[in-house]
């Protein structure tokens, strides 16, 4: 049993949303000797919250992704597990979880140090992954997902401490205009919104699919639009997304017949492990979010051609 810590972002308790003005830093200290990224770049990402890496991965990488992608599709174990989500109202796959556990190609993926090595920069030293995932958004029928901030998730529902979490999202496809890109509130990690509704028992299993609870109010989100703006992510695939934990995103569907894949990994710094004694529901599936392996990761340069 963890001892009792104080809960510094109490969200789905109160009957209004709350504004709260982020007190830790995006950018945190960290190992200055090789950075990964540009003075510029860093700049940016704790100006703006997200940073986006062009092509890190060349065509051929991406092409093997691709090939073990289509494998896991056709896979009947997959397709059947409980860590492969649908889409809300049809058998269409939306996710398959837990990639870094699971595939060894994928597992070498999150350990490669052209993403691992931002994130540990990122956050200020050693990381783990705290959840992995393939992001389907099929051409024609992929879904939206509706406005969030992934911290306010982890925190209610996993117990993460604090905003010291960065997700990569890896493009496997062309993210274009048209094809329900990531959405983005630049700035928008700077406030955390507290969201209103109780949290229902085994959340996950719908929300995973479509969010209904954990999303902010329609007045916070036109506030932090009109202030900010909303930021389309498109960039070719081989392309490397980061973003802050508590930034407001979201995509719309894709009705084009041009299908959206990324490969995701949240990275989350070995000092702000989950407690349990932030949840006030029991523990979603470690698959989801990971309670156990809190070793740093082994960061190295990897190639997978």
Same mark, same amino acid.
Request: hydrophobic share 30%.
């Given at each position: +049993?963890?001892?009792?810590?104080?809960?510094?972002?109490?969200?789905?308790?109160? $009957?209004?949303?709350?504004?709260?003005?982020?007190?830790? $830093?995006?950018?945190?200290?960290?190992?200055?000797?090789?950075?990964?990224?540009?003075?510029?770049?860093?700049?940016?990402?704790?100006?703006?919250?997200?940073? /986006?890496?062009?092509?890190?991965?060349?065509?051929?990488?991406?092409?093997?992704?691709?090939?073990?992608?289509?494998?896991?599709?056709?896979?009947?174990?997959?397709?059947?597990? @409980?860590?492969?989500?649908?889409?809300?109202?049809? %058998?269409?796959?939306?996710? /398959?979880?837990?990639?870094?556990?699971? =595939?060894?190609?994928?597992?070498?993926?999150?350990?490669? @140090?052209? /993403?691992?090595?931002?994130?540990?920069? !990122?956050?200020?030293?050693?990381?783990?992954?705290?959840?992995?995932?393939? =992001?389907?958004?099929?051409?024609?029928?992929?879904? %939206?997902?509706?406005?969030?901030?992934? #911290?306010?998730?982890?925190?209610?529902?996993?117990? +993460?401490?604090? +905003?010291?979490?960065?997700?990569?999202?890896?493009?496997?496809?062309?993210?274009?205009?048209? =094809?329900?890109? !990531?959405?983005?509130?630049?700035?928008?990690?700077?406030? #955390?919104?507290?969201?209103?509704? @109780?949290? $229902? @028992?085994?959340?996950?299993?719908?929300?995973?699919?479509?969010?209904?609870?954990?999303?902010?109010?329609?007045?916070? !989100?036109?506030?932090?639009?009109?202030?900010?703006?909303?930021?389309?992510? &498109?960039?070719?695939?081989?392309?490397? /997304?980061? #973003?802050?934990?508590?930034? +407001?995103?979201?995509?719309?569907?894709?009705?084009?017949?041009?299908?959206?894949?990324?490969?995701?990994?949240?990275?989350?710094?070995?000092? =702000?492990?989950?407690?349990? &004694? !932030?949840?006030?529901?029991?523990?979603?599936?470690?698959?989801?979010?990971?309670?156990?392996?809190?070793?740093?990761?082994?960061?190295?340069?990897?190639?997978?051609?």
């Amino acid at each position: +049993m963890q001892t009792r810590i104080d809960d510094r972002y109490p969200t789905r308790q109160s $009957p209004e949303p709350v504004w709260q003005d982020r007190t830790v $830093p995006v950018l945190y200290p960290g190992d200055q000797s090789h950075p990964p990224l540009s003075a510029e770049q860093a700049s940016q990402f704790e100006r703006d919250g997200f940073l /986006v890496l062009p092509r890190i991965y060349s065509a051929e990488e991406v092409e093997v992704f691709r090939k073990e992608v289509e494998r896991l599709g056709a896979d009947p174990t997959i397709c059947a597990s @409980e860590k492969t989500i649908r889409e809300p109202g049809s %058998e269409t796959v939306r996710s /398959v979880f837990a990639i870094h556990r699971d =595939n060894p190609l994928f597992s070498r993926v999150a350990s490669d @140090e052209r /993403v691992a090595g931002v994130a540990r920069f !990122l956050l200020g030293g050693d990381v783990y992954i705290h959840q992995s995932r393939l =992001n389907f958004k099929p051409g024609f029928t992929g879904k %939206e997902f509706y406005w969030h901030s992934d #911290f306010e998730t982890w925190h209610a529902e996993d117990g +993460m401490p604090d +905003m010291r979490a960065v997700s990569c999202s890896i493009l496997l496809t062309d993210n274009d205009a048209i =094809n329900g890109p !990531l959405m983005l509130i630049p700035g928008s990690h700077r406030h #955390f919104i507290h969201c209103v509704g @109780e949290t $229902p @028992e085994n959340h996950y299993r719908q929300s995973l699919r479509k969010q209904e609870y954990g999303v902010p109010d329609r007045a916070s !989100l036109k506030k932090l639009a009109d202030r900010y703006g909303i930021a389309g992510v &498109t960039a070719p695939a081989g392309s490397a /997304v980061f #973003f802050d934990c508590n930034i +407001m995103h979201g995509s719309n569907s894709n009705i084009t017949p041009y299908p959206r894949t990324n490969l995701f990994y949240v990275y989350n710094h070995t000092k =702000n492990t989950v407690h349990e &004694t !932030l949840r006030t529901r029991p523990p979603r599936p470690d698959f989801i979010a990971e309670r156990e392996r809190f070793e740093p990761l082994p960061i190295r340069p990897e190639r997978f051609f």
